[in-house]
């Protein structure tokens, strides 16, 4: 950020607080480190009198419905933080410059000068928007985004808060399934949450690992079988040919498709196989809550893939939904993080920053250990990273480096057996 | 059983275990419970030589495809026990006449004298058959069936091993997923396992209390705000108008569906609202594995429930699938009771007893405790249980005698919270 010092006097006045986008496990641990750590140091000295929490985002702001969370008590914000979902409410609002001036307007009339977004990539953008806004108008506000995203698809940083915890509820569940898969052998596809980026569905992976080292001895080749992400182009054809190997070889297959898988041309594979599909606010084709996709590739399959006798396979879907961002058992890593990336974005405010995000990136070593930097709002805001693709095998798998990285962020998997294949 | 002496000397032979229908949580604490009972009384005795594990059920019993369990050893056994899913492999046939004489002429083969089964009223009736054609043909073989269902719909018992887990699962999601409904407002319909008996999806009650104390104070009303029964004839219109209540006075609503909601003449409403449903091998409709039924509803609130400024409700649905039945977080008390029901069986065939079910009763009085006792196959076989009048409190919700008979089952909840409504 060239146009501004890097540092200033932090100014006196008013801090607010919200949370935007979809929600996550974690998101509390992010809302309460900030208002402790706002407490701990701008509000003990003084330079912020009232800490505001913005009800369902900067909706709530522009309407002046704020929460007075200055002396909320230290166990209320325990609770809240262990507890998922946005505790302050969320909204889907994607402000432009109008509404930014709104927000900005709000802002100027409750004198808040501190200004905490907690987002993924639209809610940064929204931060940049305002930060300028507030710049061009001369008015002292610091902006900003603390990240968040199931998608973990924020550039600059290793991975997002959220991420870690829908990761651990997706490995479980794949573990769990293919159990499953396993006592009613058959096809079975999990359609995961992830619309651009394919890590949520990628972390299906480490399921894998919750049966070693008995599956060599056992002969039980544990799933998922097959990994589709919206990386790699989805073909109709191939996908059949290759639940079909699978499902020849093992008598049983289990699939991971993102929801968000795409053909060649970019298209996504749910509008090619269903009508009539919501649009969000924002013109995106509605992929959560819906589960065509699951039972379209069914279909498919149930139209295609043989038994050795020449039957239909016995194939079902399940669409894991929102359980996958709201389940109740976060990744302690995680949980840890939320928090810390939360209170680093106050520690940036106190020390005199201006604004910015906060990226986190991984120490190199042998042991896991995240590290947090500050980093220009311009250079996360609106934009979306992919699966490198160092982490994607062929056109259905992925890498040992993917669980590598994978690994360490999501907490102990539940360690499983089987009898036999 | 009035045609058998109740008792009578326990004959050498070999004793199988196999597992049926849709597998659970804690499918293999009754296996692995069953395997050490026999390991500790009969097998030590010298009155049984070999346990046999039946792969994929009497399918696998037919086939001569068993393993071996006899010396198994203890830890590998635990593993399993912890692992949800039925270890063995489990089946969906369902024998007749014909099928359970090639079942007693493979026990006959093998010298099969002990032959337990677990599995839900379908797997007693193969009990039954089996065990009255030993009988017809004097061949003495004590049958016992172990019971084990999600649904909970065994007559004769308390509640049923796997429920609980089960029950545990629904809860949990529902009150993670009510604290997401909160976040972003909107009409969220989850769909929920069951064919039949709503016990599953009244379960979802239990959810709201994850919330106390804390509701009153923070004006929370949590969800799920209707539950839909198999039992409670389901009505479109009413269905909306309640949708539409409840939305207009919270700006919001949770939804519990039982996948198997039926219309006053017993036509499942999915049947009614999606076309080209699969039919199982017994010739029912198949409601779990595909999401036909929450889309459908979701999209019938889309067409009638508004805002107050007449626009669509913002409508979402998930169905919960395969994951309800074998989330890797069994109950302790289920996990607990599926081995002991196991347990107990395996001490009717050593006491001498010649075949029967286990049910499960709760005894009197404040502290919950189970109790375990021996019931006739035919009081048991092919029957189903329902939610019993006193649990179900007007259209669409659960009275505080289900909570009460629920709560102590599912073991310890998440303790969540919110900041405000």
Chains 1, 2 share one sequence.
Request: charged share 25%; with cysteine; net charge positive.
């Amino acid at each position: 950020m060239a146009k501004n010092p890097p540092r200033t006097k932090p100014p006196r006045g008013n801090a607010v607080i919200g949370q935007s986008g979809g929600p996550t496990a974690v998101i509390n641990q992010s809302l309460a480190g900030a208002v402790e750590a706002l407490r701990d140091t701008l509000v003990r000295k003084d330079v912020v009198k009232r800490i505001f929490g913005m009800r369902h985002g900067v909706n709530g702001l522009v309407k002046d419905d704020l929460i007075d969370l200055t002396k909320v008590k230290g166990k209320a914000l325990d609770r809240v933080a262990r507890s998922p979902a946005a505790a302050l409410g969320s909204s889907r609002d994607k402000p432009d410059r109008d509404y930014c001036n709104a927000i900005l307007n709000a802002c100027s009339a409750r004198d808040i000068r501190y200004f905490f977004y907690i987002g993924g990539n639209d809610s940064s953008d929204t931060c940049r928007i305002v930060s300028e806004l507030a710049d061009e108008a001369g008015y002292d506000m610091r902006c900003f985004h603390i990240p968040k995203t199931v998608d973990n698809d924020l550039v600059g940083s290793d991975h997002t808060p959220g991420f870690p915890s829908a990761a651990r509820f997706v490995a479980t569940a794949f573990a769990a399934d293919g159990l499953d898969n396993a006592s009613l052998p058959g096809v079975k596809i999990n359609v995961v949450m992830g619309r651009h980026a394919g890590f949520l569905t990628a972390a299906s992976a480490l399921a894998r690992e919750c049966f070693e080292p008995a599956k060599k001895k056992s002969g039980f080749e544990p799933g998922p079988h097959l990994i589709y992400l919206p990386e790699v182009p989805f073909d109709t054809d191939r996908f059949i040919a290759e639940v079909q190997e699978v499902y020849s070889r093992l008598g049983r297959c289990q699939v991971a498709v993102s929801e968000g898988v795409q053909d060649k041309d970019g298209t996504p594979i749910a509008t090619r196989l269903a009508q009539g599909l919501d649009r969000d606010a924002h013109g995106n084709v509605q992929l959560s809550g819906v589960s065509v996709l699951g039972d379209a590739l069914a279909d498919l399959v149930k139209r295609n893939v043989k038994t050795s006798s020449g039957k239909q396979a016995r194939v079902r879907a399940d669409t894991f939904g929102y359980l996958q961002r709201c389940w109740p058992d976060p990744s302690p890593v995680d949980a840890a993080e939320a928090r810390a990336a939360a209170e680093f974005a106050v520690a940036c405010a106190a020390r005199g920053f201006q604004s910015g995000s906060v990226a986190i990136t991984r120490r190199k070593g042998k042991k896991y250990r995240a590290e947090y930097g500050r980093i220009d709002l311009r250079d996360v805001a609106a934009k979306t990273r992919h699966m490198p693709e160092s982490f994607i095998k062929g056109t259905s798998n992925v890498t040992r480096a993917f669980s590598e990285y994978c690994r360490p962020l999501v907490g102990p998997l539940p360690r499983l057996a089987r009898l036999g294949s």
